[in-house]
T-cell receptor
Framework: DADVTQTPRNRITKTGKRIMLECSQT?????MYWYRQDPGLGLRLIYY???????NKGEISDGYSVSRQAQAKFSLSLESAIPNQTALYFC?????????????FGQGTRLTVV | SQELEQSPQSLIVQEGKNLTINCTSSKTLYGLYWYKQKYGEGLIFLMMLQKGGEEKSHEKITAKLDEKKQQSSLHITASQPSHAGIYLCGADDTGFQKLVFGTGTRLLVSP
């Protein structure tokens, strides 16, 4: 089983619809992140959370919200999806203990807004 | 804000040839991460560099971080078709793994 699991893997939704992307991890990490990837732009940070009670905006948070339901779960919501939110979305986790550590990524959710 | 430039944007090499991908930061880094991505798929962790002058190798891939911790290179020796994909560098300038990514280098290895 994957350490960082994203659901769904693919989703097509209509403009104006609310959609939630879910991320769960079995690594026991306290830090979780949501990124989006667009062609030619690399990955950009949307939101991040350093523990259950901590939520922070990233570079491109407008139009998104998040919820950290538990240490292992971090969901990303699009309240009213728009076509320019079509992208590949990645969840990542890392461990806060003992200096700089690897960030582990999920397999991605491909979202298309029509 | 942190800016990360990656070059080249794309690269086609003949199988067996060596290649180098560069990543330059506008700031001194806590850590520099290299990932590989198959087209449209997840990111596969390759290496993380933290110390100035550090060099790490895994199989035929070697990554180096310069002494100033602002520039990194990824070198592939004797490239193979399995090396094809998108190589991404990610910079951490805060120590909290809030990574800023380069735009990626698309590598194709021709037989």
């Amino acid at each position: 089983d994957a350490d960082v699991t994203q659901t769904p893997r693919n989703r097509i939704t209509k403009t104006g619809k609310r959609i939630m992307l879910e991320c769960s991890q079995t690594k026991g990490h306290d830090r979780m992140y949501w990124y989006r990837q667009d062609p030619g732009l690399g990955l950009r940070l949307i939101y991040y959370s350093f523990d259950v009670k901590d939520i922070n905006k990233g570079e491109i948070s407008d139009g998104y919200s998040v919820s950290r339901q538990a240490q292992a779960k971090f969901s990303l919501s699009l309240e009213s999806a728009i076509p320019n939110q079509t992208a590949l979305y990645f969840c990542a986790t890392s461990d806060s203990g003992g200096g700089n550590t690897e960030a582990f990524f999920g397999q991605g959710t491909r979202l298309t807004v029509v | 804000s942190q800016e990360l430039e990656q070059s080249p944007q794309s690269l086609i090499v003949q199988e067996g040839k060596n290649l180098t991908i560069n990543c330059t930061s506008s700031k001194t880094l806590y850590g520099l991460y290299w990932y590989k991505q198959k087209y449209g798929e997840g990111l596969i962790f390759l290496m993380m560099l933290q110390k100035g002058g550090e060099e790490k190798s895994h199989e035929k891939i070697t990554a180096k971080l310069d002494e100033k911790k602002q520039q990194s290179s990824l070198h592939i020796t004797a490239s193979q078709p399995s090396h094809a994909g998108i190589y991404l560098c990610g910079a951490d300038d805060t120590g909290f793994q809030k990574l800023v990514f380069g735009t990626g280098t698309r590598l194709l290895v021709s037989p």
